[in-house]
């Protein structure tokens, strides 16, 4: 095409605008039709994950779904009133527990919060866990063996570590401080804050937590357990991976549990239909059903939440010696983002 | 008549241009609007680390643009002023770093440094960063530069040189003084771009203002903090504004001969060409080469079956295209009042306007992206999440490469001409359809492609103001990191066909704004000459943006 002679290129160019945009509109305004309701789920987290369930769900019962990804506290404050947003799906407890303590949750139904293991959900019943995480420690056994591995995640500061590990200023991180706080009290998660930045590298995310470990830059590092399934489903088999997962051996913050959550918006439209769907994510014959059972790249090994459904991947939840801990608390984890941010130990 | 009707649709255009960039402004408008406070911002301060990160921010905008300015006018001398073979292939390579999005190419230098020296830690430092940064990012200096070389008065090198016969008197006294306002308005890209990268530098593990801001939100949720920080953010990018403005400078040169110029003399590169020709060739691999790599790993990966969804790669290309077309579009319509404005009516008040389009430019594009949620939701609820407000988006944050290149383009025609078209009868539409449009068209395509290719590598607004449901290709890319690492076997044919889609529009780039690179030093004849209006541009003003 030659765009020598200017207004033939004005006019190709006009119309060829007009029919791209029309195009797009007409895309995105399809959605509502005469089967079910129509349920926006804003989410933060694996797309794939979110795709999946919600998918099988609209198979099963003709509902279908506006899906926003990559959703954040942010964006359904700046909403305001008029939110579109009807379900929270979080990846990590945090972003489900801010909007339930900023009072933008309804209350879970009891049925569906009893179909999930005690203490993953919130103890308000403002939003029922549907899939959870462990926090874990990598390590790579031509660098450093199993027997020579700290008994708990406290010992990690001890001399002998210095310089061995990676960690990352994650959620994940930030999960575990507020929890030690909690429980240990500031003055001494200092001292352990101040001794992981003395001993550790940071490397910024926990999936570099991972590839440095793996690829033989430290001996171990601070992680959670799926990223390192996620890898292995890469590589094609956990047997094709150098680095191991390490669980601490007793009930320790190393081992620290954390849920992805799904709560329900107060401004939703679709109260009855939310908690339905919400029902059908807990219950161990269908979502979490998908969860135990889905391929790497869709369930990212993630924990199923029911009692007596495991992840066919990373094995069963009750396995995993982690602490109780409130994770409403999550929403005002200040303290913890102070002393991290103080120690030069915050992200970003 | 005609003159009261000339001054009316000079007023609408001034009026459009001013609201064009009040519009712009809309944004900043809203940090005000839904607070800041210097308290905040006095808070951030009180921990070490933000110092640090402010501090870092103005090294690596410093340090990655004068890399920058090194490749990039580096580059433009190989392709236009040296008998570098193939001009015109090195030219589309040298520009080729576009059509790669920086966390792509980012988390590529990460991985490959992890697959085959994981101890090194180059990529993930300071300086190694900085380059990799500048590899992205040097086309932005590149392009205007060749533009601007081609324009240089070669009578006026002739005349240093046989004074000062070294080549590189011609060069410090003659090239580099024209060369100013081109490499000012790349360095504007550039640095505006550094200022505002979040993915990039958190994968090459850089703390900036910018990660502090996205942290804040994204990590802590405190989008007070954030907004607060975002407003020390839009003073660096004012400094950067004001600097540039001072590296433009008032430098003119002076013709030594009116009218057409000549092809100008191409340093011999005798026995340099082999060495030459690696080095033109290490830049474009270096900055490419490591996503290619990853690309092509992924794409083999023999140990894992990923079942690629066609369909899905074949719908988010499309929407891609669609978005890059429509914000091209719009853009350079939007652009127009602007930079007509500015070109024609040379003022305090257009400069003042001509500026302020970039201010928006530098704000995180997460922190737009909200404003417009805010805005959107509550004063045109029925466009919210469609593609109409996703392609405002785009259209206030790339804007400022429209105006920039259709400056450009302007720059070659002149006031004069509509006088003297208007003295011989002709209507002012008349004029602009048959004189300055043909004059200006390169510096519009250019402008309106390079929109486009930055529609089509954005994520962070993307992934807020998308309609439901829908996808692109850099959302689909992103999609695939899981565990926040790029899986690169999942990833490889987002990034493939992100990669493919790029290279026609850089192509066309290279081809609109460099008619004359690839015209040997004695090919050019008087009668091909006289066909090209754009043989008679006035020097250096064409790259005065």
Known sequence: MKLGNPRRAVVVALTLGLAVSLAACGSSSGGNDAGGATLTVYTDQHADLVKALTDQYSKQTGVKFKIQNSATVGQIQAEGRASRADIFLSEDPTSVAELGAAGLLSTVEKSTLDQVRPGLSSGKGLWVAY??????????????????????????IEPQYKGKFAWAPSGAFVATTQYLISTEGEAKTKTFLEGIKANGVNEQTNGNVRDTVEAGKHAMGLSNHYYWWVLAAQKGGPDKLTSKIYHFPSVDAGNLILSSGAGILKASKHQDQDQKFLAWLTSKDSGQKLIATASADVSEAQYPVAPGVSSAIAGDLSEIKSPQFDMDELANAEQAEDLLKQLGMSSG | MSRRRHRGARSVIAFSAIAVAGVSLVPVGYLFLTGISLQDIRKQFRYPATGAALLQTIELTVLISVLTVVLGVGCALLVARTTLPFPRLFTVLFALPLAVPGFV???????????????????????????????????????PCVVALRTVDPALEEVVASLRPRRVSVLWRVILPALRPAIAAGVLIVALHVLAEYGGMVQLERSTLTTKIMAEMLDYGDYRSA???????????????LATRLLTGPSRLNYVTHGSTRPPQRASLGRLRIPTIAVGLAVPLAAIGPTALMTLRGLTNSDRKVSVDWSTVGRASSTTLGY??????????????????????????????????????????????LALVYLAIRLVPALYKTSTVLIAAYVILFLPLAVAYQRVGLGATRRSYDEIAASLGARPGRTFFRITLPLALPGFIAGALLVGLDVSKELTTTLILIPYNAKTLSTQ???????????????????????????????????????QVDVAPDAITPSRADKRPRAVQPPLQTADF
């Open chain 1, 131 to 156: 899939a959870a995480r462990s926090r874990v420690l990598y390590y790579n056994p031509k660098l450093i063996s199993a027997d020579q591995l700290p008994a708990n995640l406290a010992d990690i």
């Open chain 2, 324 to 369: 890059a077309v429509a914000a091209a579009l719009v853009a350079t319509a939007v652009a127009l009042p602007v930079s007509w404005w500015v070109n024609r009516r040379p003022s305090f008040a257009s400069n003042l306007t001509e500026r302020t389009v970039w201010v928006a430019h530098a704000i995180p594009s997460a922190i737009l992206a």
């Open chain 2, 105 to 143: 190419s980012a988390y590529a230098d990460y991985s490959t440094e992890l697959t085959y020296a994981p101890k090194l830690g180059v990529v993930t430092s300071f300086g190694g960063a900085s380059l990799i940064m500048a590899l992205t990012l040097y086309p932005y200096v590149f392009l």
């Open chain 2, 227 to 241: 907004r607060s920080l975002s407003v020390l953010l839009m003073v660096l990018s004012i400094a950067v504004l």
């Open chain 2, 477 to 515: 890319l992103w999609a695939t990191t899981n565990g926040e690492s790029l899986d690169f076997t999942a990833a490889a044919p987002y990034a493939a066909m992100l990669v493919l889609l790029g290279i026609p529009p850089v192509y066309l780039l290279v081809r609109h704004v460099l008619r």
